[in-house]
């Protein structure tokens, strides 16, 4: 067994990737121990191996939450893989309003489940709402199913293209939709691109596809969105019976989550 200093293996491939702090996390979760501990003990040897691979799929473009299997959302850890998309903290925002407007006993249903951490989240921060969370991949519903099992939420999922599975009326609606254009997915990065699930950021030409049919359904008077950069406007125009009543914005100053209402408040 080939051994190498903790300092040593560090230095060497910090040098390979485009993130140094990569090589920290990826040998902390290897060795168990925590990135300063690491720091502080570099004369201690260990065996490069399972570290170098880990950093090699770094370095072939495959997100860092992948390799390690987890992602963080809203101060919870998720399971995660290339079935679903990667928890981002602009999703966050989304979440929050849903948690502050929500009725109490409220029927909430998370359209897209992905790896479940909208629904979940909802749930654990309002144990008063019931949750129903819907995805047309069965395999990202195994994904969501696992995160809730390890987070005991009570969180009902269901395989459905959009609304074609579930009867009745909520009384909000949630969604991080894909929204992204399809000219706008073949310019995203190739480490989004080539490595998370397509049907989870396009819907078509326009990048409105999703939003246009859960709006179109009308099955909640209230309804949450997150959407895309410069995209407000487009939103707007397909709202049908809904009016935008609150847009909020990102730490980038992007509107990133629109509030409509049937009746013009929430």
Same mark, same amino acid.
């Given at each position: 067994?080939?051994?190498?200093? $903790?300092?040593?293996?560090? @230095?060497?491939?910090? @040098?390979?990737?485009?993130?140094?702090?990569?090589?920290? /996390?990826?040998?902390?979760?290897?060795?168990?121990?925590?990135?300063?501990?690491? !720091?502080?003990?570099?004369?201690?040897?260990?065996?490069?191996?399972? /570290?170098?691979?880990?950093?090699?799929?770094?370095?072939?473009?495959?997100?860092?939450?992948?390799?390690?299997?987890?992602?963080?959302? !809203?101060?919870?850890?998720?399971?995660?893989?290339? %079935?679903?998309?990667?928890?981002?903290?602009? =999703?966050?925002?989304?979440?929050?309003?849903?948690?502050?407007?929500?009725?109490?006993?409220?029927?909430?249903?998370?359209?897209?489940?992905?790896?479940?951490?909208? &629904?979940? =989240?909802?749930?654990?921060? %309002?144990?008063?709402?019931?949750? =129903?969370?819907?995805?047309?991949?069965? @395999?990202?519903?195994?994904?969501?199913?696992?995160? &809730?099992?390890?987070?005991?939420?009570?969180?009902?999922?269901?395989?459905?293209?959009? !609304?074609?599975? $579930?009867?009745?009326?909520?009384?909000? $609606?949630?969604?991080?939709?894909?929204?992204?254009?399809?000219?706008?997915?073949?310019?995203?990065?190739?480490?989004?691109?080539?490595?998370?699930?397509?049907?989870?950021? =396009?819907?078509?030409?326009?990048?409105?596809?999703?939003?246009?049919?859960?709006?179109?359904?009308?099955? @909640?008077?209230?309804?949450?969105?997150?959407?895309? !950069?410069?995209?407000?406007?487009?939103?707007?125009?397909?709202?049908?019976?809904?009016?935008?009543?609150?847009?909020?914005?990102?730490?980038?100053? $992007?509107?990133?989550?629109? /509030?409509?209402?049937?009746?013009?408040?929430?």
């Amino acid at each position: 067994m080939t051994v190498e200093t $903790i300092a040593s293996l560090r @230095a060497r491939l910090r @040098a390979l990737v485009a993130n140094p702090r990569d090589v920290d /996390v990826l040998l902390a979760d290897v060795t168990g121990r925590t990135p300063a501990w690491l !720091f502080a003990h570099g004369e201690e040897q260990i065996d490069p191996a399972a /570290v170098e691979a880990l950093v090699r799929r770094r370095i072939d473009g495959e997100p860092l939450q992948y390799i390690r299997g987890k992602a963080e959302f !809203f101060g919870r850890e998720f399971f995660v893989d290339d %079935r679903v998309l990667i928890p981002r903290p602009e =999703t966050e925002l989304l979440v929050e309003a849903a948690i502050a407007r929500a009725p109490r006993g409220a029927r909430v249903l998370d359209v897209g489940s992905g790896s479940g951490c909208i &629904a979940i =989240t909802i749930e654990r921060e %309002r144990r008063d709402l019931e949750v =129903t969370s819907i995805d047309v991949s069965v @395999a990202a519903l195994a994904v969501a199913t696992r995160n &809730a099992r390890a987070h005991e939420a009570n969180v009902r999922f269901a395989a459905s293209d959009a !609304f074609e599975a $579930i009867r009745g009326e909520f009384d909000l $609606i949630v969604a991080n939709p894909p929204y992204i254009p399809r000219a706008g997915y073949d310019e995203l990065a190739t480490e989004v691109r080539e490595h998370e699930p397509q049907i989870a950021l =396009t819907p078509g030409p326009r990048g409105t596809e999703m939003i246009e049919r859960i709006l179109k359904a009308r099955r @909640a008077p209230v309804v949450m969105l997150e959407i895309g !950069f410069g995209q407000l406007a487009d939103v707007r125009d397909v709202a049908g019976g809904y009016e935008i009543v609150h847009v909020i914005n990102d730490l980038a100053g $992007i509107e990133r989550v629109v /509030v409509l209402s049937r009746h013009g408040r929430t």
